[in-house]
Structure formats: C-alpha cells, structure tokens
C-alpha cells in the first residue's frame, strides 16, 4: 500500500512540478526576476477603508463603482474622465496589465474611445482620449470612432511616442503619429478584455491584447528604440463627444525586473505575453494536500480491492 501510495505522490507532485507557473517562469528565466510594483494595483474594491483611492487620483467625469468598475465616462455625451497614478513608474523596464471593457447602446455610432499613457505630465486633461495634448511619452489609444477613411476597420489599437511638441493628429485619427497598431474589436464583449504593455528603455516598447478569456494573446504591435522620460507616471483616459461609449477600467496591476536581469534580456513579442497569475503559497499547498489526499484513498480502495479479490478466490 505504501509503496503504491508513495508512487501516486510522486506522479502528483510531477505534475504539480511541470503545471506550477513559478516552474514555468523558472523555465522562461527572465520570470524568476519579476519584482510586483504593488504601488500600481487596481483591483476591487479600489477604495481603502477610508474610501480613498491609494496611490491614485481620479477626476473629470470618472466613477468608482467599488462592486465593478472605475468608469472613466459614461455612456453620455460630452464626458471626459481619467484615473493617473500618484508615483512614477521605474524608468528602466516595467510592464503593466490591465483590463478594459467598452460600449454602450450605440449600434452604429459611438465613440470616442480611451487611452493608456506613461507621460511626465499627469493628470492633465485634454482633447487626446481625455488626455492633454503634446505630452511627452507614450499614448497607447483605444479608437472607436473613424474620423476619416481608412484602409483598416475601427475599433483599432495605436500607439504614438509624443515629444512634447507635436500635436496628435485627431482630425485624422492620429494618422500623422501613429507608431504601431492594430485591429482589435474590443467593444460591447461580454468580457473584459485584457491588455499587456511591456517597455524596455532604449529598446522597446511592446503591446499584446487578449480580447476574451478563451482567446489567445495576440501580438498587437511593437515600437522599437524608445526612450520615454524619466520620471513618467501612469494614466487612463477616457472622452465622449456627441457620440458615446461607457469606458471602465476593471483591473491594473504592473511588475519590473531586478537590475541583474535586465542585463541578459533578450526579448522577443513571446516572451511578453504574460504568463499565468501565480498561485499563492497557500493556494499551492492547499492544492498540494487535496491531490495527494485524492492518491491515498485511490490508493486504499486499490488495496482493499485485490484483498477482497484474493479473500474471495480462496472461498472457492
């Protein structure tokens, strides 16, 4: 029975130890390096006991609803919200994750759409998706209005490095800055769709877009050779005109990479698809008991099977 039983252990923890994601990441090297920036979660319910948002401040038109969302406009004209953290990201490499989820009524038209920036100004509201313009950093746009003719569909995902001095190209759909993009229909899905900005200084910065759970990830564009401002904090914003859409922010949250490893990174698009989230110590061990639990009685009734059959052979 022991042996039997221990057998069943060891396949369970083989398992355990090809499925953990820490062993993945260990796999993947550069995941083992990952350090949580904590200071740049957003998750339920966003407000501390106090019902301040930390590390965060939000304005315009934006809602906390602590049971869902942070809804940077409604679906109403003439909105403009935005959510801008409070300290600035790590100048070297961060990536940050976070889930969006667009619509509205609107069958035919709607719109504006919204924005990710990491700029040095913060908090400082504007024509851009709600955003000031001429900022200095990156602006990755959420567009689902056309304001011109294209020879791409809308929704669309773009991304423009701003130096402070040049404008954005709304009349035009940001066809004089845009830097990357990519078609992606975010809009009226059932769930929130997830996104994943990876930047490397002096390298890259990288964009992947998983529209539904089930989907995969996909690689929606990379900048290469980008140097953003030191010192440059993150934001979301959102805008309504005449047309409208409602524009939430369900989640945030962001990591970097110690320094050691920044040193042997080689980056391609694959290695900046997140991986799966971590499961927590006790989450692991708990999983752990259950499965080697589930082997013992597998293991028992085994024993007590061949008992029975071997009583009942002597019988006859």
Excluded at 3 to 13: M, Q
Excluded at 132 to 159: A, E, I
Excluded at 281 to 303: D, I, M, W, Y
Aim: net charge neutral; hydrophobic share 40%.
């Amino acid at each position: 029975m022991f042996g039997t039983f221990t057998k069943a252990a060891l396949g369970v923890l083989s398992l355990l130890a090809v499925a953990s994601p820490a062993v993945q990441a260990k796999a993947k090297g550069i995941e083992t390096n990952v350090h949580s920036l904590r200071g740049f979660t957003l998750e339920l319910p966003y407000v501390d006991e106090g019902f301040q948002m930390r590390n965060y401040d939000y304005g315009g038109d934006a809602i906390v609803n602590t049971l869902s969302h942070i809804r940077l406009t409604a679906d109403s004209p003439s909105r403009m919200g935005w959510v801008w953290s409070t300290a600035p990201l790590p100048d070297d490499y961060w990536k940050v994750e976070f889930e969006i989820k667009v619509g509205g009524k609107g069958g035919y038209l709607y719109g504006d759409g919204m924005g990710f920036f990491v700029t040095k100004e913060r908090a400082s509201p504007g024509p851009v998706f709600g955003n000031r313009d001429y900022f200095h950093g990156l602006g990755v746009l959420f567009d689902t209005y056309p304001n011109g003719k294209h020879d791409f569909s809308t929704p669309f995902v773009m991304g423009m490095i701003g130096d402070g001095k040049t404008a954005y190209d709304g009349a035009h759909d940001g066809d004089a800055n845009r830097q990357g993009m990519c078609e992606a229909y975010f809009r009226n899905l059932n769930s929130p769709t997830k996104v994943a900005v990876t930047y490397y200084k002096g390298r890259f910065v990288n964009v992947q877009i998983q529209l539904q759970p089930k989907d995969q990830w996909m690689n929606c564009f990379t900048i290469t050779n980008v140097t953003l401002p030191n010192g440059s904090y993150l934001g979301f914003s959102a805008l309504t005109g005449d047309i409208s859409d409602n524009h939430d922010i369900i989640s945030v949250r962001a990591e970097t990479l110690r320094a050691e490893a920044l040193e042997n990174y080689n980056f391609s698009p694959d290695m900046a698809i997140p991986v799966a989230p971590k499961v927590s110590g006790r989450s692991f061990f708990a999983t752990v008991f259950k499965l080697l639990l589930f082997a013992g009685v597998c293991a028992g009734a085994f024993v007590g099977y061949k008992k029975y059959s071997t009583e009942s052979a002597r019988r006859f």
